[in-house]
């Protein structure tokens, strides 16, 4: 016993008709943008930690900025995999590390 067949299907298409419309390239004159920063100085009420480079070459197998500063009072750094290598984390006082500024000469990372 064979069995054959013919499977009709309909459809329909839709389209819009193609207009040769052209991009111009013209000179727009903006309003000016302001770019400001603002940098901690000496006398400003907060807690910061300078490490010099002879203390980071001291602690070069700690290879990730947590792990670096791990030594630094009220600051608790951890990674996932309990040697430091890999994702690593830090907390300062509580505050997770999606809040804290890390800068490098004054630019943050």
């Known amino acids: 016993m064979t069995f054959a067949g013919i499977l009709a299907l309909q459809s329909m298409v839709y389209g819009q008709r193609y207009t040769d419309s052209q991009d111009s390239l013209k000179n727009v004159q ?17 807690t ?19 792990i670096l500063l791990q030594n630094i009072p009220s600051l608790v750094s ?8 890999g994702y ?6 509580g505050v997770d590390a999606s809040r804290i ?8 990372l």
Do not use: F, H, W
């Open 30 to 46: 903006l309003e000016q943008v302001v770019v400001s920063a603002t940098r901690a100085g000496k006398n400003t009420p907060m």
């Open 88 to 93: 690593s984390y830090m907390r300062i006082r």
């Open 101 to 108: 500024n890390v800068t490098l000469n004054g630019m943050p």
């Open 48 to 66: 910061y930690t300078d490490i010099s480079q002879p203390e980071i070459k001291k602690n070069n197998a700690a290879r990730n900025i947590p």
């Open 78 to 85: 951890y990674g996932e995999d309990g040697t430091g290598a």
